[in-house]
């Protein structure tokens, strides 16, 4: 699905702003009919969890409403006019004036409804979106709702970061074309100073396409007719991590001299392979540094922010950080254009995060009732992974900063039936997209000796907390673990492997001489040894922090404000470990330390 954008033939209105707000026990039956009767207000992009004091709100199960006057452009009496959600979490219905005209399941993927027929040019509507943040065992991500003791129904999960909800990305009207490009599948590929890029194009009819590629500097450098081809690029600059190079791909479709439909996109040409016990891109060694994130901060919770994104990439250069993976989730599109703009590498995550009910067994790793069963992982759950994956590579596969797909963060890997879950996944991933390596973070039960899937992927993502879950505040011990699990998964796999997690939380402020939780010489501490290690195994291509920075969660005795990882606070402020980070990081530019060349 293409991003609308404004292009010679494509217009677009942005939406955001303050919506009117209410929730469904307090609305009547058919709120969507009328103008909300509600006092409230909620800000747009926002999550709307903390943006009122009323605790009804912030944890309601059901929907919620949001409403606003749309007036439609009066040049569009010609186009096709869409709505379109950046994303809304997790499910959403949405109303013009009085009538239904389109849902969407999936809280990180956006979704167009076109309302071409029930508005007019010039003319203005009442647009109502109900969004629900419910999570059940059939949706990406799970969740359970329970009704407590006193009649209330309750949200849990099976991940620590809170279930946020809400309209946290932008909602845009726009209108293209009645005969238009609808998707383009770019790949490349370089030979020696020679780059090609590879188009197929989608149009809504059987129209003559046109393509050019120009330069930085506007110049155009290839041009091809055709909605499938090959252009070649001479003197080929490549997109490289630390090094962005983007160029800029224009489509047209055409009859004869005139242009029906015009849309551009950003080319970075670069490959992406795994070879061995290498992961390769341009055909050097990547060695990931980096960390899992989130997209959290106070607030707005999973709130697009564009103040907050500009600052956290500056971090990460400040860090010397040439990576994070998407957890748990797909992070909205503006984040992707950034990475590519800026040459940081990222690994995109999918939303099955918590597929796994060993963690309900706490540290035992022992599932009340297998994960994959009827009862919770079930065909249907299935199901809304794959869709989930579709719309996920559907909007990101021309990045050229995503190297990776991660499929699924912790999953129960180790327990009967998770083949069988898993490997229709992979095949669909792969033909969705034949150019990138698969991968998913393995949680610590699932082990070299009892995983039952690492063979379907590419590369061995580890998550692991030796010195922390196990082995807490015992370095010497975590150091021995460590060891032997990475030891074991490159004996066993002859893959590349990396660490997607690992990390200690800390409370700024706290110090001690001694090795004790939660001070910030721990975490650096801890950071160490988990280097050390790293550092004696060749096959190893990356290190990624759990976490960027502190981040919010649902309340549990585990968790004190959240979860406190984060090697910066929730407002960014560095812990001591960031500046060994920096110290280890910076200038290593993608080699491994302690690597030649
Ligand atoms: C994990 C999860 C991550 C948690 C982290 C933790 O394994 O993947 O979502 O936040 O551990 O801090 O416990």
């Known amino acids: 699905m293409l991003k609308p954008i404004s292009t010679p033939t494509r217009e677009l209105v942005n939406l955001d702003g303050v919506w009117r707000f209410g929730i469904d026990t307090r609305l009547g039956e058919t709120p969507w009919t009328a103008r909300l009767d509600t006092p409230l207000e909620a800000a747009v992009p926002a999550s709307y969890n903390d943006l009122f004091t009323d605790p009804e709100i912030r944890d309601h199960v059901g929907w919620v409403y949001y409403q606003r006057e749309v007036r439609v452009p009066r040049g569009w009496s010609d186009e096709r006019i869409f709505v379109r959600f950046d994303a809304a979490t997790h499910a959403a219905r949405v109303y013009v004036d009085d009538a239904l005209v389109g849902e969407h399941v999936g809280g990180y993927t956006p979704f167009d409804v076109e309302l071409t027929d029930r508005v007019a ?3 203005s509507f009442r647009l109502t979106v109900a969004v629900s943040g419910d999570l059940t065992n059939e949706t990406i991500p799970p969740g359970k709702i329970e009704v407590g003791m006193d009649g209330r129904q309750k949200q849990t999960y099976f991940h620590d970061f809170y279930n946020y909800a809400g309209l946290a990305r932008s909602v845009w009207l726009h209108s293209i074309p009645r005969i238009s490009i ?3 599948t770019v790949t490349t590929d370089f ?3 020679v780059g090609s890029v590879d188009l197929r194009v989608e149009t809504s009819d059987a129209v003559d396409v046109r393509v050019r590629i120009a330069d930085a500097g506007g110049e155009v450098v290839a041009e091809a007719s055709g909605a499938s081809s090959t252009l070649s690029i001479a003197d080929v600059v490549l997109w490289k991590p630390g090094a962005a190079y983007l160029y800029d791909l224009t489509i047209e ?3 004869g001299d005139r242009v029906l439909d015009s849309y551009t996109l950003p080319v970075g040409v670069r490959t992406v392979e795994v070879r061995g016990h290498e992961f390769l891109i341009n055909g050097e060694p990547f060695y990931f540094t980096g960390f899992g994130k989130h997209e959290d901060s106070a607030v707005r919770g999973k709130g697009h922010d564009d103040a907050y994104m500009v600052h956290d990439f ?4 400040w860090i010397g950080a040439n990576s994070f993976r998407t957890s748990h989730y797909p992070y909205a599109e503006d984040v992707l254009e950034f990475a590519d703009r800026h040459g940081i590498v990222v690994i995109d995550e999918t939303a099955a995060v918590g597929l796994n009910m060993g963690v309900v067994g706490g540290m035992s790793g022992k599932p009340p009732f297998p994960t994959f069963s009827e009862q919770f992982a079930n065909d249907n759950t299935r199901a809304a992974h794959a869709q989930h994956l579709r719309e996920l590579i559907g909007r990101d596969k021309n990045h050229p900063s995503v190297v990776m797909w991660c499929i699924a963060n912790e999953p129960a890997s180790n327990e009967d039936g998770a083949r069988e879950y898993f490997e229709p996944l992979v095949d669909l991933a792969r033909e969705l997209d034949p150019t990138r390596p698969l991968t998913y973070a393995l949680v610590m039960f699932a082990t070299f000796q009892n995983d039952r899937i690492i063979d379907l992927f590419d590369v061995v993502s580890l998550n692991r907390y030796y010195g922390w879950y196990v082995a807490t505040a015992d370095l010497p011990t975590a150091e021995r673990y460590l060891q032997g699990d990475i030891a074991g998964w490159i004996e066993r796999t002859g893959k590349p492997v990396m660490m997607t997690e690992y990390g200690a939380d800390t409370q700024p402020g706290i110090h001690s001489v001694w090795d004790q939780a939660w001070t910030e010489e721990y975490q650096r501490d801890y950071l160490a040894m988990n280097h050390r290690v790293f550092d004696r195994f060749p096959q190893f291509v990356g290190e990624q922090v759990w976490n960027f920075a502190d ?5 549990g005795i585990h968790r004190v404000d959240g979860n406190k990882k984060g090697v910066f606070t929730r407002d960014r402020k560095p812990k001591s470990a960031a500046w060994a980070l ?15 060349g």
């Open 121 to 123: 040019a010039g003319g």
């Open 182 to 184: 609808d998707d383009v």
């Open 191 to 193: 030979e020696g100073s």
């Open 253 to 255: 479709a055409v009859d």
């Open 314 to 317: 500056q971090l990460m250069e």
């Open 551 to 555: 981040f919010a969660t649902s309340n």
């Open 582 to 596: 920096r110290e280890r990081w910076r200038g290593l530019d993608g080699r491994k330390p302690g690597a030649d």
